[in-house]
C-alpha cells in the first residue's frame, strides 16, 4: 500500500515525492527534498527576506507533536536552483497518525527562491488508495511571509488547521451519506475533466478538441473498496483518476496514450482542492 520509506521516486517530470506509513527521518527526507535544508536564501532575494530553514520551522513542529509523512520538491531547470525550489511536507499530529480510514493532515509548503511564502493548508490522507487530499474551502489557508518570527507563525498556524479538523470531519460524512445517480456522477466526472484538461480547448486551428479521457472513465473504481455511489466514493474515484494518470486515452490527433499524473505541486495543490469544492458543490445541491 505505501512506498518504502527509503524509496523516493518521480512524481513527475519536475518533482520528486517520498511517502512513508512510518514518520519520516531526516536522511529519508533529504534525499528526495534537499531544499527543506537549504543553508541560505537564493542569491535572487533582497536583505528584507528572512531566511529561515524550512527544517528548523519542521524541527520547531516536531517539538509540538507534528510529524512528517510525505515530502516532495519541485526541480529546477536554472542551474544551482533546485537546492532552493518549493517543497511540500504533509504532516500529522501525535493521535491522528493512523486513524482510519483517513487521517487528517496539515500540508506545509514553502521555497528559498522568493516562489512562495510560508503556506499551511489542510488535507486529508486516504489509506486504501494513498489518495493525499487537500481541502477546499472548510478551512482557511495560512500564510506566512518571510519575515518577523517564522517559526513561532508557522506553528500557532498549524494548531489553527489542527483546530479546524472537526468541521472537515463533518463535511466528509456528509458527503458519505449521500448517494449520487448515475447522472449526477457523470455531472461531477465532466466537471472534472474540464479543469484537469481545459487547457486543450485551444489548438493550433483554433478550435475545440475533446479530452483526452471521457467522463465515464473518471468514475471508474481501481480497486474494490472505491465501489459504490455516495458523493464522497465517487469524489475519490474522480480524484484518483484525475491526480493520478494512468488512464487509456487519445491525443488530440488521434494517437493513443495514457494520461499523466499531475506534475507539479502548484497544479496539484490547485486541482486537489478545486476538485474538493466540487464535491462540496454537489453535496450542498444534494442536501
Same mark, same amino acid.
Given at each position: 500500500?505505501?512506498?518504502?520509506?527509503?524509496?523516493?521516486?518521480?512524481?513527475?517530470?519536475? @518533482?520528486?515525492?517520498?511517502?512513508?506509513?512510518?514518520?519520516?527521518?531526516?536522511?529519508?527526507?533529504?534525499?528526495?527534498?534537499?531544499?527543506?535544508?537549504?543553508?541560505?536564501?537564493?542569491?535572487?532575494?533582497?536583505?528584507?527576506?528572512?531566511?529561515?530553514?524550512?527544517?528548523?520551522?519542521?524541527?520547531?513542529?516536531? !517539538?509540538?507533536?507534528?510529524?512528517?509523512?510525505?515530502?516532495? #520538491?519541485?526541480?529546477?531547470?536554472?542551474?544551482?536552483?533546485t537546492e532552493f525550489t518549493k517543497h511540500m511536507i504533509r504532516m500529522r499530529h501525535a493521535g491522528q497518525v493512523n486513524t482510519r480510514p483517513e487521517a487528517n493532515e496539515i500540508i506545509l509548503i514553502n521555497s528559498h527562491d522568493g516562489a512562495s511564502s510560508y503556506q499551511m493548508l489542510a488535507g486529508?490522507?486516504?489509506?486504501?488508495?494513498?489518495?493525499?487530499?487537500?481541502?477546499?474551502?472548510?478551512?482557511?489557508?495560512?500564510?506566512?511571509?518571510?519575515?518577523?518570527?517564522? #517559526?513561532?507563525?508557522?506553528?500557532?498556524?498549524?494548531?489553527?488547521?489542527?483546530?479546524?479538523?472537526?468541521?472537515?470531519?463533518?463535511?466528509?460524512?456528509?458527503?458519505?451519506?449521500?448517494?449520487?445517480?448515475?447522472?449526477?456522477?457523470?455531472?461531477?466526472?465532466?466537471?472534472?475533466?474540464?479543469?484537469?484538461?481545459?487547457?486543450?480547448?485551444?489548438?493550433?486551428?483554433?478550435?475545440?478538441?475533446?479530452?483526452?479521457?471521457?467522463?465515464?472513465?473518471?468514475?471508474?473504481?481501481?480497486?474494490?473498496?472505491?465501489?459504490?455511489?455516495?458523493?464522497?466514493?465517487?469524489?475519490?474515484? @474522480?480524484?484518483?483518476?484525475?491526480?493520478?494518470?494512468?488512464?487509456?486515452?487519445?491525443?488530440?490527433?488521434?494517437?493513443?496514450? #495514457?494520461? !499523466?499524473?499531475?506534475?507539479?505541486?502548484?497544479?496539484?495543490?490547485?486541482?486537489? !482542492?478545486?476538485?474538493?469544492?466540487?464535491?462540496?458543490?454537489?453535496?450542498?445541491?444534494?442536501?
Amino acid at each position: 500500500m505505501f512506498q518504502s520509506p527509503s524509496l523516493a521516486t518521480r512524481f513527475g517530470r519536475n @518533482v520528486q515525492v517520498i511517502r512513508s506509513e512510518c514518520p519520516l527521518a531526516e536522511d529519508q527526507m533529504r534525499s528526495a527534498a534537499p531544499s527543506i535544508f537549504a543553508t541560505g536564501k537564493h542569491g535572487s532575494r533582497s536583505e528584507r527576506y528572512t531566511y529561515i530553514p524550512t527544517i528548523d520551522v519542521l524541527r520547531g513542529l516536531r !517539538r509540538e507533536g507534528f510529524e512528517p509523512f510525505m515530502v516532495a #520538491q519541485s526541480k529546477s531547470r536554472i542551474e544551482g536552483k533546485t537546492e532552493f525550489t518549493k517543497h511540500m511536507i504533509r504532516m500529522r499530529h501525535a493521535g491522528q497518525v493512523n486513524t482510519r480510514p483517513e487521517a487528517n493532515e496539515i500540508i506545509l509548503i514553502n521555497s528559498h527562491d522568493g516562489a512562495s511564502s510560508y503556506q499551511m493548508l489542510a488535507g486529508m490522507f486516504r489509506f486504501v488508495c494513498c489518495n493525499g487530499l487537500v481541502v477546499g474551502e472548510v478551512v482557511d489557508d495560512i500564510r506566512i511571509p518571510h519575515k518577523g518570527d517564522i #517559526q513561532g507563525e508557522v506553528i500557532e498556524g498549524a494548531f489553527r488547521v489542527l483546530d479546524e479538523f472537526d468541521a472537515v470531519a463533518e463535511h466528509t460524512e456528509a458527503m458519505k451519506a449521500l448517494q449520487l445517480r448515475p447522472p449526477e456522477e457523470l455531472a461531477l466526472a465532466t466537471a472534472a475533466l474540464a479543469l484537469r484538461f481545459g487547457e486543450r480547448s485551444i489548438e493550433e486551428t483554433g478550435g475545440h478538441s475533446p479530452a483526452p479521457v471521457t467522463a465515464e472513465q473518471l468514475i471508474e473504481a481501481r480497486r474494490p473498496e472505491d465501489l459504490g455511489h455516495s458523493l464522497w466514493t465517487t469524489f475519490q474515484r @474522480v480524484q484518483e483518476n484525475v491526480i493520478r494518470g494512468g488512464q487509456p486515452g487519445r491525443s488530440a490527433q488521434g494517437r493513443r496514450l #495514457q494520461t !499523466r499524473p499531475v506534475a507539479s505541486i502548484d497544479r496539484g495543490v490547485s486541482l486537489n !482542492r478545486a476538485l474538493w469544492m466540487l464535491a462540496e458543490e454537489m453535496r450542498k445541491l444534494k442536501a
